[in-house]
């Protein structure tokens, strides 16, 4: 059973990102600060979920959060500060939008930067410990399978809107026959034999 707060606070939330090990696409975070005595059914890391179930969970967690905040970092700018700096910049970008302000932070995972002087705790596997971190993690997987789902039509040869950017067998072979597009991270790995790409 996930717990319900961790530092004892009314005004915590709780931040996931998605989309750290794609060759494709944003990484995406959210953070959420839940109502006190929050209960939702199936509510889980998003990871444990089925697509179909996390698109249950969306309008729920948003209908019944006190507030919370959905951000991309797009692929230039993973390109340019790297992947983890990303992860954390997108989730500090949710945490500075959210109102109320939060009077603490848990975050998942082992690495954070602070964000105005608010305390912060990383837990690792946050978010299948946590509420506030699960309904982050849901947030920002299916905000960012949306948006995967949208250049899918864009890029239909990479098949997208079912791999979602990350790095299946499938999505490799289309980028060595097609090459890469303005959604590829450039500073990934995107063959394992890569040596160079053509840059679309």
């Not at 005595?37 to 199936?42: A, D, G, S």
């Not at 964000?115 to 905000?143: E, F, M, Q, R």
């Not at 250049?151 to 098949?159: S, T, V």
Request: with cysteine; hydrophobic share 35%; aromatic share 8%.
């Amino acid at each position: 059973m996930l717990l319900q707060n961790f530092s004892g606070l009314v005004l915590e939330t709780g931040t996931d990102e998605a989309g750290r090990g794609c060759l494709a696409g944003p990484v995406t975070a959210a953070a959420v600060i839940l109502p006190h005595e929050f209960e939702l059914k199936f509510l889980n890391d998003s990871k444990q979920l089925s697509e179909k179930t996390r698109e249950h969970l969306r309008p729920q967690i948003e209908k019944m959060a006190l507030c919370y905040h959905v951000t991309n970092i797009e692929p230039e700018i993973i390109d340019e500060i790297n992947i983890l700096n990303a992860s954390i910049k997108a989730m500090q970008e949710c945490i500075v939008k959210l109102t109320p302000v939060p009077e603490y932070i848990i975050v998942d995972g082992n690495r954070f930067k602070p964000v105005n002087n608010i305390p912060h705790s990383c837990i690792i596997k946050g978010d299948s410990k946590y509420l506030s971190i699960a309904a982050a993690s849901i947030l920002a997987k299916t905000y960012r399978d949306e948006f995967m789902n949208k250049i899918h039509e864009e890029y239909p040869m990479y098949n997208w809107k079912q791999n979602k950017g990350y790095p299946t067998f499938e999505h490799r072979e289309a980028i060595r026959k097609h090459g890469i597009t303005k959604y590829h991270r450039k500073s990934f790995r995107l063959l394992p034999e890569q040596l160079e790409l053509d840059f679309a």
